[in-house]
Nanobody, 117 residues
């Protein structure tokens, strides 16, 4: 059964912005509130990588590749994670997923982000 649903991807030109969202419809609210969460991405031919994380205390962390351009947030009441992506680059093209940290739920289908040069 679906445990996470991602949305918000699309095609955008380099320099543009997108806002991704994901929801964990089957997760108990108290469980969601006490888990560290993250957005991951996987581009063609590469392993899945973490691009933004947020602890249960809303402390965020980013790899250098997206720092200053991506912003993760969470809405505990809605069991939702968001990812604001600015100044997108062709290298950001990937399927984006969300999950816990470390990943513990079945991966969703993800949402495709394509950045054209």
């Amino acid at each position: 059964q679906v445990q996470v649903v991602e949305s918000g991807g699309g095609l955008v030109q380099a320099g543009g912005s997108l806002r991704l969202s994901c929801k964990f419809p089957r997760m108990i609210l108290s469980t969601f509130n006490n888990l560290d969460m993250a957005w991951y991405r996987q581009s063609s031919g590469k392993e899945r990588e973490l691009v933004a994380s947020i602890t249960k205390f809303s402390v965020t962390n980013y790899p250098d590749s997206v720092k200053g351009r991506f912003a993760i947030s969470r809405d505990n009441g809605k069991r939702t994670l968001n990812l604001r992506m600015n100044s997108l680059e062709p290298e950001d093209t990937a399927v984006y997923y969300c999950n816990t940290v470390p990943d513990s739920v079945a991966w969703g289908q993800g949402t495709q982000v394509t950045v054209s040069s």
